[in-house]
């Protein structure tokens, strides 16, 4: 017999990573310990319906489970996350989990007695765009979660101060990660119709918590000539959406939601200034992409985004304060400069993947040493 490590990753719609925040980590993770020799398991939702369950594969070198759903939408969510849970509590290792959102399924591990790590997220329940009987289901479980996991992890140290009133442990503060953007191809930047320097970028869902209608508002009372570039999905039958829409300069282009890395880098890196409207969540991943990035940061004030994009930034509380800041960096090239410097020394200070996945890798291998027959 020999000592080996092993952990099992689930909460993610799986690896290689094509949709979010979650999978890019799951993905970078899981990559970076077998590289360290270490195993792991990363449970992914399969395209193909309920044909390919439990069906096991290997991605370079990662162990991967594959669960498919017969229902749709957020049922599915709740059908993959109990399939994954009751198929890990025979497996060695320990269980990381990232979000709460299906957290009362995790009650099945606690009664396994297997180790349970959880990354808290966002402050899902806080979300204006969530109905009052979803608010209460994210409520209770972010109460679960934070109970019923060994460790909480935070990504921000406001999301860690929210966990610990929820809980007895202490929650460990680990942020996001991004990789750094050194240069970047124009072309895709050219093929979308834009000039390199010379556009405004947005990317997040269309919601209100996410600021949207009043970032466009502010690029067009700003009068400027550079275009406001709005990444993400439009619904033409929902009415928020409608509402940028026609609250929109014509020079404002909604391209919809695009996912391809090398065109979502060279967008982030040959941009003008980044534009943030989140007012919930702790570290999010766009906002530390586009420091990666070494953008210029207009944000919306609270207290997730100054910590996250630091000093050096510009911040606004409503329409007329983000007009003043895009009107000035339009402007101002020694302002953009001096803006760009502060979002690379940020990025480089707390957010490169190889100082995170390092301490996650110190977090998690403490808990993760298994008995494995030797061949």
Same mark, same amino acid.
């Given at each position: 017999m020999y000592l080996r490590s092993h952990l099992n990753i689930l909460g993610t719609r799986g690896i290689p990573a094509a949709h979010g925040g979650f999978e890019t980590f799951a993905e970078k993770l899981a990559l970076h310990l077998v590289g360290q020799g270490q195993s792991v398991t990363v449970y992914c939702q399969s395209p193909h319906g309920k044909d390919l369950d439990g069906r096991e594969d290997y991605w370079q070198g990662v162990h991967r489970v594959f669960f498919g759903t017969r229902r749709k939408?957020?049922?599915a969510t709740l059908e993959f996350d109990l399939a994954c849970v009751r198929h890990v509590l025979d497996r060695p290792g320990v269980d990381l989990v990232l979000g709460y959102n299906t957290a009362v399924f995790n009650l099945l591990q606690r009664r396994h007695g297997r180790k349970i790590f959880m990354n808290m997220d966002g402050i899902e329940w806080k979300r204006a765009k969530w109905p009052l009987t979803a608010k209460v289901w994210f409520f209770l479980n972010e109460v679960l979660g934070a109970n019923l996991c060994d460790i909480p992890i935070a990504?921000? @140290? $406001?999301?860690?101060?929210? *966990?610990?009133?929820?809980c007895r442990t202490e929650p460990v503060v680990i942020p #996001?990660? /991004?990789d750094a953007v050194g240069a970047a191809d124009e072309t895709p930047v050219c093929k979308l119709g834009l000039d390199p320097g010379e556009y405004f970028l947005s990317i997040a869902r269309v919601e209100p918590e996410n600021s949207i209608l009043e970032i466009v508002k502010a690029h067009k009372a /700003?009068? +400027?000539d550079m275009k406001l570039f709005v990444l993400g999905r439009?619904? @033409?039958?929902n009415k928020y959406h409608?509402? *940028?829409? +026609?609250a929109a300069a014509e020079n404002v282009m909604f391209p919809g939601a695009i996912y391809d890395d090398p065109t979502v880098k060279s967008l982030r890196f040959h941009a003008r200034a980044y534009c943030h409207g989140h007012q919930v969540g702790g570290t999010n991943p766009s906002l530390v992409e586009s420091l990666g990035a070494g953008n210029a940061i207009i944000a919306h004030d609270n207290r997730f985004n100054r910590w996250t994009?630091? $000093?050096?930034q510009r911040y606004f509380r409503n329409v007329a304060s983000c007009t003043d800041h895009i009107r000035s960096l339009a402007r101002d090239d020694i302002a953009l400069f001096s803006a760009r410097i502060a979002a690379r020394a940020r990025h480089a200070e707390e957010f490169r993947w190889p100082t995170v996945l $390092?301490? #996650?890798q110190d977090l998690l291998c403490g808990h993760t040493q298994v008995q494995i027959a030797a061949e």
């Open positions: 939408g957020r049922l990504d921000h @140290p $406001e999301i860690a101060r929210h *966990v610990r009133r929820r #996001y990660g /991004a /700003a009068d +400027t439009l619904d @033409p039958n409608r509402k *940028v829409q +026609t994009a630091g $000093e050096g $390092e301490k #996650y």
